[in-house]
């Protein structure tokens, strides 16, 4: 049979595979290694996995690429990223470090409110130059499917504005980026004092205008006892439903405020950061079948003594996610890797569950199982050469990447 090209002498293959649907249990510790491994492409899809024996048997293409012995991994999933701004706020870092907590920070105007009026002033070219050379670094270090958020305008001209620049991302990277909604990040300093007449504007003006744009897979919500409270997020995520988005949360980052019980009882695709979620509220989520993605690195960022406990939901049989919240602010954290270090060290993941976590099970936190996460027949090429000895390396290795070779849909577009 005839494909496009075949990958051959991958020391090991890892394909994550594994029946349809997230992955739970002891399914999360199992990568799907073929040892001397080989795929073949055809359309930018797989076609066949197995060894290179097999496949060279049974498969011919103009194009065949060895692998050299190294590694091959799926691409890395990114859930949860927030790339479109302008100014960084390392200044902020330094007022943790000097005692400051972020809540602190941001009822003092700093925090998300301090990166609205850039964003707001800033043109989509510069935005956009800026959110694709963040997410070109992101490629480098083997990401290969990115959710991309807005949440740093807070008015309906400046959130469209970011819906069109991550539009473009999604049209002219050679990624797969998701578009997130987020006009629910914080209450812009106008509306501080006046939240009815903020959650007014987002449900009667900006998610009608949002929905008719076009652009946005998803809402997203930061629920949270400082932000959006209980009430508040039903209202918002109840009509971003209405009007056709799914829903994601930032739930239980701070404060068990019920965010994860909000979240199943929604039907939310996933709920992010559960740093102190409750235990009715993980059950929730099992029940619910809501994805629950762990941001370690904003955790580390703070410089918490407290993190999401992923290993209890892994022994729960929740299909854990975990993802880097990349943000201007809480966690400029681009790297996927060092983020399942951190999972692996400060949440009791083992390597095979942090990789599985950052690739097939991020990707059904994006609603994107069938698609990308793993390399099965049918989905995206999407592949990473890695010259490293084992999966184990990749969170062992702190600082630097040994990702080699970053592929997109078949197409090479990222080489070391």
Avoid at 42 to 59: F, M, P, W
Avoid at 110 to 127: N, V
Avoid at 197 to 221: H, N, R, S
């Amino acid at each position: 049979m005839r494909a496009d090209m075949i990958v051959r002498n991958c020391r090991q293959l890892v394909t994550l595979q594994g029946p349809p649907g997230p992955r739970t249990g002891a399914a999360m510790n199992d990568p799907g290694i073929i040892e001397d491994g080989a795929f073949a492409v055809k359309d930018g899809r797989i076609l066949a996995v197995g060894t290179s024996v097999e496949i060279l048997a049974q498969y011919t293409a103009d194009q065949v690429i060895s692998a050299e012995g190294k590694l091959v991994l799926p691409g890395f999933v990114d859930s949860h990223t927030h790339p479109v701004f302008v100014h960084t706020r390392e200044d902020e870092f330094a007022m943790r470090l000097a005692g400051k907590s972020y809540v602190e920070i941001s009822q003092a105007g700093g925090g998300i409110r301090g990166t609205i009026k850039t964003t707001r002033d800033a043109s989509e070219e510069l935005l956009y130059d800026l959110a694709a050379k963040r997410l070109r670094k992101m490629i480098s270090l083997g990401t290969t499917t990115v959710e991309a958020k807005s949440g740093y305008g807070l008015d309906t001209p400046s959130e469209l504005k970011q819906m069109r620049v991550i539009g473009r991302l999604a049209d002219e990277l050679p990624i797969t980026v998701v578009p997130s909604f987020m006009g629910a990040h914080e209450f812009p300093a106008e509306y501080k004092d006046d939240h009815d007449t903020y959650i007014k504007i987002l449900c009667e003006e900006m998610i009608p205008a949002v929905a008719d744009q076009g652009i946005a897979k998803f809402c997203d919500i930061f629920t949270e006892a400082h932000v959006y409270g209980i009430q508040e997020s039903r209202r918002v995520l109840n009509c971003a439903k209405e009007h056709g988005l799914k829903l994601k949360m930032h739930a239980d980052e701070i404060e068990p405020i019920g965010g994860a019980e909000l979240a199943a009882g929604l039907g939310c695709v996933s709920a992010d950061h559960l740093g102190a979620a409750s235990d009715e509220g993980i059950r929730a989520l099992k029940e619910a079948g809501v994805i629950p993605v762990l941001l370690p690195a904003t955790l580390y960022s703070l410089g918490s003594k407290n993190y999401a406990r992923g290993r209890f939901m892994i022994d729960s049989s929740l299909p854990v996610a975990i993802a880097t919240d990349y943000n201007p602010g809480s966690c400029n954290c681009d790297s996927l890797p060092f983020t399942m270090s951190l999972a692996c060290l400060m949440m009791g993941l083992s390597p095979a569950e942090a990789l599985c976590a950052s690739t097939v099970n991020a990707a059904y936190a994006l609603d994107l199982g069938a698609e990308v996460g793993s390399l099965e027949v049918g989905k995206r090429a999407d592949f990473v050469f890695w010259d490293i000895p084992s999966i184990n390396f990749i969170p062992y290795h702190l600082g630097s990447s040994h990702a080699t070779r970053v592929y997109s849909g078949g197409e090479l577009v990222f080489s070391n």
